[in-house]
């Protein structure tokens, strides 16, 4: 696998080339600091974006093209990672030479068409279409909400800080999707253009000179940017835990902890927070949350964490009958202070094991290679082998330590009406 960076003024280039897959995949991503107002505006855009263009009028006529491209994938995503909004445009087509007629510049050209042709007649985009994408969202929305678990999480960051930027929600609300009109998304479109930073990378059994000379003759981006982009989130640590109880119509209620992660060091914040996270509830049956709430007392199905870490914060959730809140959060809080008391070598092997399989595992995605790649380039990410190295040194003491790092923030309650099986 050979991997270069071309710094081109107005976006960068980034070629992978391997003959590991029988694909080419290219990812054109958009990224900026977040901003609140423009988050559900700019979600919305890059849907409708792929949803109709002056040349390719529908969604169908754009599904008919990529089966002439002999059933290329195209795709919208925006992401929020910490501090930064990421949206991409994912596109991925057969390679050329198992065909006999796929030309490679006609194939490769489809995205910017998407890009820089939208269906906009005089600084508006069509309404028609905008008003499927606005259905569309809300359909979300309303999943998220029937999402309990999500749904909870969601209504627990809010509770923890409403203006810190790890509470902000993509999808937005029902008056944020309403207030985004033909007009003012496409001053959107035209920010994003102008102001966003942009990466291109383009991964297979490719020809890295005329990769160059094809994305640069499509594409048109013209502005070079120069304003700082910061990744992590600096979240308030609180002297008194948060405590705040919801309710809602739900068969279950849901019990979220978020905890801050304060002072770490690099080493710590890459690997020894990942291994921590596993052993806690990150990983697998073994965890000590399922442990003390599954396996020793049947409280519920499942019990997990997440580490997140450019919001520097770990994040227990968990669904319970009502009638065992009190027990469960006790059981929650002994597992957390069990792992500043002791931690096994086999625990961090098994964690250290896992978390490094997966990374194995991800070399088998293009997607998840463009991805380890473009977080080494705008987050110091180390590449796998390096990974791989680092995660070895990673000790029991290392961990232990970590606890007196780990403050609880908030614990969320969204009590259901009603108590479910376990």
Known sequence: M???????????????????FKTIRMEIMFRNNINPENIV?????FELLLESSKKYKSKRDLILKCEELYNANIYAETMKVGNEVVSAINYEILDPKYTDDLDLEEALKLPFDIIFNPDV???????????????RSLAELDALKENSKRYAISEALKAMDSKSVSSINILGDRESINRVNKSNIFQEYMYILEHDYIDIYVIGDINEDKIIDIVNKHQHFNTIKHHEVSLYVDNKVRTRINKVDAKEKLNQSQLIYIMNLNNLSKFETSYVSHIFNHILGGGSLDSRLYKNLRIDNSLCYSVS????????????STSIDKDNIKLAKKLIEDAIKSMGANVSDEEVDIARQAIVNAMKVSLDSEHQIISNYF????ADLDLIDKRIEEYAKVTKEDVVNMYKKIKINTIYVLEGDQNGEN
């Open 305 to 316: 964490s997440n580490y997140s870490k450019y919001d520097r914060l770990m994040i227990i």
């Open 375 to 378: 977080f080494n380039e705008i």
């Open 2 to 20: 050979v991997y270069k960076s071309y710094k081109m003024g107005s976006y960068n280039l980034h070629t992978i080339k391997t003959n590991r």
């Open 41 to 45: 505006k700019r979600t919305m855009l």
């Open 121 to 135: 007649i005089d600084t508006e985009f069509n309404e028609e279409k905008l008003e499927t994408i606005k259905i």
